[in-house]
């Protein structure tokens, strides 16, 4: 094994830092490697992250009514897993088309030099061909949901569109990424329902908080580099004040999600029981580790830190979830 991971770290046609033992270099053809480091299938934090405030907003729009014998309050697993497919497909079209627009920036710096566009183990035509060709699949999705999910889907493709562009023009990058990357959270609403209301706007706004927060931290890593190159984010702006800029983002965060909840169960609607409420709060705990351990100049640990908020992600789901079987469980009075 220990020869397995050293070949495997070897090659330079490997990006430097993505994990060295991973499924793409064990099982991917080298051929297509630059392929798979454009995408990030090595680095599957990314669409997690994209993914979560679809399953969360597909979570909550079946409770927005009282569970019956014809309504579960359950999530529809064909809904869940075309938002699976359509996170991988669209965070890797997202990132391809960063890498595109960053060419040049991405030469400039330690971590992103070796990236395939930068280091020359891509042409632009392949990447540009490449990104056609995910962006397909994330079309396909779309089109298996309603007619206004598809219109709200579409209507995304302007916040990832500007996205790249805002690091060279405002010290708020993260925000444009918290509205492509939240994009989600109307999405699943939309595709259960084939409308929008309050709850799900309230859940987009406290997903673009979280976002702002998370890379926030992952930007960190990168922020002596970024200061050369004259990169701007919110690492740099928020600066020694980092932490007590991540505890109004993320109680903004969890005051939203809440407002959301209780959205959800107005007027004669049955709305989350107390499980996601729970899960609500554990998820503030497990923000308050991120906003206590971090160390803004430790790059490694901010990482990890970053990674981290995949399992806030698993504890709202499972608590909108266990909310929804809570109340399968309970009897259901009439009048």
């Known amino acids: 094994m220990a020869n397995l991971k050293t070949s495997l770290a070897e090659p330079s046609d490997r990006v430097s830092d993505a994990p060295v033992y991973n499924w793409v270099y064990r099982w991917l053809p080298r051929a297509v490697w630059p392929y798979a480091q454009l995408a990030r299938w090595d680095r599957p934090i990314g669409w997690q992250l994209l993914l979560w405030p679809c399953w969360w907003s597909a979570a909550l729009a079946p409770q927005a009514i009282a569970p019956s014998a014809v309504h579960t309050g359950l999530p529809s697993l064909w809904h869940l897993f075309l938002f699976l497919v359509g996170a991988i497909a669209m965070r890797g079209a997202g990132c391809t088309y960063n890498d595109l627009v960053d060419h040049d920036i991405d030469d400039r710096v330690a971590r992103t030099r070796s990236r395939p566009l930068p280091s020359g183990r891509v042409s632009r035509r392949q990447a540009k061909m490449f990104l056609v060709m995910q962006s397909l699949v994330g079309f396909w999705v779309l089109i298996q949901f309603n ?116 959205a959800a169960a107005m007027g004669d609607n049955g709305g989350p029981s107390w499980p996601a409420y729970a899960g609500l709060g554990v998820g503030a705990v497990q923000m308050i580790w991120q906003i206590v351990s971090l160390d803004i100049d430790d790059p490694e640990q901010c990482l990890g830190l970053f990674k981290s908020n995949s399992v806030f992600g698993w504890i709202i789901f499972f608590g909108l979830i266990f909310s929804a079987l809570w109340s399968l469980s309970m009897p259901v009075t009439a009048g």
């Open 147 to 262: 007619p206004f999910a598809v219109l709200i889907g579409l209507m995304s493709l302007l916040t990832v569109a500007i996205y790249p562009f805002l690091k060279r023009v405002t010290d708020w990058p993260q925000l444009g990424l918290g509205l492509a990357f939240s994009w989600g959270a109307l999405m699943g609403w939309a595709g259960h329902w084939g409308s929008l209301s309050l709850a799900p706007l309230l859940l987009y706004a406290g997903s673009i908080l979280w976002t702002i927060g998370y890379d926030t931290i992952y930007a960190h890593q990168d922020k002596e580099d970024d200061a050369l190159v004259g990169v701007r984010s919110t690492a740099r702006l928020f600066g020694e004040r980092t932490r007590e800029a991540l505890a109004i983002l993320y109680l903004g965060t969890i005051i939203l999600f809440l407002a959301a909840f209780s």
